[in-house]
């Protein structure tokens, strides 16, 4: 998959969004959404993640997948298109540890954009109370935690990771990306300037170690992104960023913004 077929994709995503008219409400979370997916930086940071997802999974058929805090269901419906033959599922939290998302309460926007997505798509929403999913153990191939584990208190992650494990399969997968570095370069940037910074971000062994060397084992793990990601500030100069995270990436500079991690469940 390269970047040209991405971004037609991702145009096809962003238009059938904008179709629905709900990013046009006067809201926190339809703003933000709009934002995002109209971020041209944004769409080449979800390229070069979903290119390794691809390219692991694209030789399988017919697994489920699980998008757990799925956000507003965008991440789903590339799934969905990378992987026709799969079962894409979508499930998005009620219970916020982030005080931000604690703040602006985005279920009922998500609810609405899931509702449009499902009548496109054959993709699967739900939510739940960030503790318990209501399906069988053992029901997922792959579960993939798309900037999620960061909006995680730390005192709770490990519980966390116990229990939606438990709805994954022997040799199913995890797929951690976005998850934002302590190291990270733009972290500390966007700390330093208010550019809006995480509350938590992780380092190495804070990753691994939710992942014990007796259950589980780590088929990928990457530092990427070298990118800001702050819409204002990128819009006007994509290309010499895109340009910026490639060398960077090439001489793996150690200050990359995210950790992206397939672990396989033993």
Sequence with gaps: ????????????VKDFLNESNLLKEDSYYSSAVNNMINNRINSYVNYVNFKIVY??????????????????????????????????FGIETLNYDDPDHIEHKPYLFFKKVHEKIKQRFDIKFDFYNG??????????????LYAVIEHISPEKR???????????????YFVITRCPRNLGIMEFLSRRFNLGAHEWTLKKNELL???????????????????????????NIFYPLVIMDMILDFLRWPFSTDYFLIVRKK
């Design 1 to 12: 998959m390269n970047f040209y077929y991405f971004s037609k994709m991702d145009s096809e």
């Design 131 to 144: 503790l318990d999913l209501d399906v069988k153990d053992g029901f997922f191939d792959v579960i993939l």
């Design 55 to 88: 390219e692991y999974f694209h030789k399988y058929n017919n697994l489920k997948i699980l998008d757990l805090g799925c956000g507003s269901g965008d991440k789903c419906i590339f799934l969905k298109k990378f992987f026709p033959s799969f079962e894409i």
């Design 209 to 235: 170690g939710l992942f014990s060397k007796e259950k589980y084992a780590v088929e990928v793990f990457k530092r990427m992104n070298n990118v800001p990601n702050n819409y204002k500030f990128t819009k």
């Design 158 to 172: 490990t519980d966390f990771i116990n229990g939606i494990s438990k709805k994954l399969k022997k040799d199913g």
